[in-house]
């Protein structure tokens, strides 16, 4: 058995000295006992779960892929990525088109990696079947996705998928946004507040509030992806306990009046907004009803994200960010006072509930021997050159962070270490059940 041991670790949902013991990847002992490792007044975190990442690949690897994907999530302190399924060709809508995907990944995974599946327009018959394959859930989308593959669906669509997902029982993941409320952007298409006024928040809290009665109606979880605003926030307040929300870093660090003009490497969907719902979104984590932050990470190449011509209407909607997610958080939640015992529930448990990956997610007698070790008071300065990403774009390039990852450990195996990364052991997992 080996040991590790820290004055501050995240256990229960507090921050205690504590002894981790674990053997063939397992936790199998928490104790106040000596260690053989001992990372002095460093936090141990459990490993990190993003349950919302765009590795694509096959198809769009240029894009990013699960070898580069799996190196930035291990130096981020997180040991489980879930794999959209967009913008890879072919999208994971089928049970072929999973195996497809599972054959790209083999040999290429520092973390582990789970897979949600894709409801589309007419792939509704093939959702029990994926599910038998070891999906952890079904995305759709209600707007334009932005990929010709992978087109949105009708609200009719969508309530036949949750009456199959309800009787299987696993999620719905929503991009909720109302497509009648998508407009042109009007005037200069270098100005990000004409981007921001193309995408109202009034449409994603419209969006938000359907969900929430197909929730209502079929008793199937609908959990509503990347949330931006105090619209979505409020609609998910007042919906079923069967309504569940996230939001980003993005989201959670900046806010609209940061943005300059043609500056795309800010741009997604939907938008970062005003201060005002940035604040809302912090409310929302502090009074639960938003459950989690994840990266949402969707890069893209250079040409894609339009950054000579800074051009908000032809650039790729996606942030870089999957590496820099527990820090960003850490900033904005030290800012307000949080303790660091948040992250441990947004960061890893939650994700890890979701996803239905009863290994993952805590420290806990059991669970798998996960870990990050994080120094909550040093700082990482971010140089997108330096990220593990296929791509060096991201929103935080030149900011100072607070907070470092200093190792993190996949099933009791150190996968990266003050810096450097070995070739890890990750698997392939599927849904509990």
């Not at 043609?262 to 409310?283: Q, V, Y």
């Amino acid at each position: 058995m080996v040991r590790i041991r820290s004055s501050r670790v995240v256990v229960d949902g507090t921050v205690r000295p504590a002894t981790i013991g674990f053997e063939t990847g397992v936790i199998t002992e928490i104790s106040s006992g000596v260690a053989d490792l001992d990372y002095g007044d460093r936090v141990i975190l459990p490993g990190l779960v993003d349950s919302h990442v765009h590795v694509n690949e096959p198809g769009r690897s240029e894009w990013e892929g699960f070898a580069s994907a799996t190196r930035a999530a291990a130096a981020g302190g997180t040991t489980t990525i879930v794999d959209m399924p967009l913008n890879s060709i072919p999208p994971t809508v089928t049970t072929e088109a999973l195996r497809v995907k599972r054959s790209a990944a083999v040999g290429k995974l520092t973390v582990d990696v789970g897979f949600w599946g894709g409801l589309i327009p007419g792939s509704g018959a093939e959702i029990s079947s994926l599910v038998s394959d070891g999906v952890c859930g079904f995305k759709s989308f209600l707007v334009d996705s932005g990929v010709d593959e992978f087109p949105a669906v009708s609200l009719t669509d969508l309530e036949e998928g949750l009456v199959q997902m309800a009787a299987l029982g696993v999620p719905s993941l929503l991009h909720a946004e109302d497509p009648a409320s998508i407009l042109q952007i009007q005037g200069d298409a270098r100005s990000y507040r004409s981007y921001l006024e193309s995408r109202p928040a009034t449409g994603e809290g419209s969006a938000v509030g359907s969900a929430a009665r197909l929730a209502a109606d079929t008793g199937a979880q609908v959990h509503i992806l990347h949330v931006s605003s105090a619209d979505a926030v409020e609609e998910l307040a007042r919906g079923p306990a069967s309504l569940t929300g996230e939001t980003c870093p993005h989201y959670l660090i900046f806010c609209a009046d940061d943005i300059e003009d043609g500056a795309t490497a800010f741009k997604c969907a939907p938008p970062i907004r005003d201060s005002n719902h940035r604040d809302r979104l912090w409310e929302g984590l502090q009074d639960r009803t938003l459950a989690m932050v994840v990266s949402d990470h969707s890069p893209a190449p250079a040409d894609l994200k339009e950054l000579q011509t800074g051009d908000f209407a032809r650039a790729w909607g996606g942030v870089g960010s999957l590496q820099l997610r527990l820090q960003a958080v850490w900033t904005g939640a030290s800012r307000r006072g949080l303790g660091i015992e948040n992250l441990a529930a947004w960061l890893a448990a939650k994700p890890a509930e979701l996803a239905g990956l009863g290994s993952k997610g805590a420290i806990e007698v059991g669970k798998d021997a996960d870990f990050v070790v994080f120094d909550p008071d040093d700082s990482t300065k971010v140089r997108g050159r330096s990220l593990e990403h296929r791509h060096p774009i991201t929103p935080y390039d030149g900011m100072t962070l607070r907070g470092s990852v200093i190792t993190t450990i996949l099933r009791g195996e150190t996968v990266f270490d003050r810096g450097a990364l070995t070739t890890g052991s990750g698997r392939m997992l599927v849904r509990d059940g």
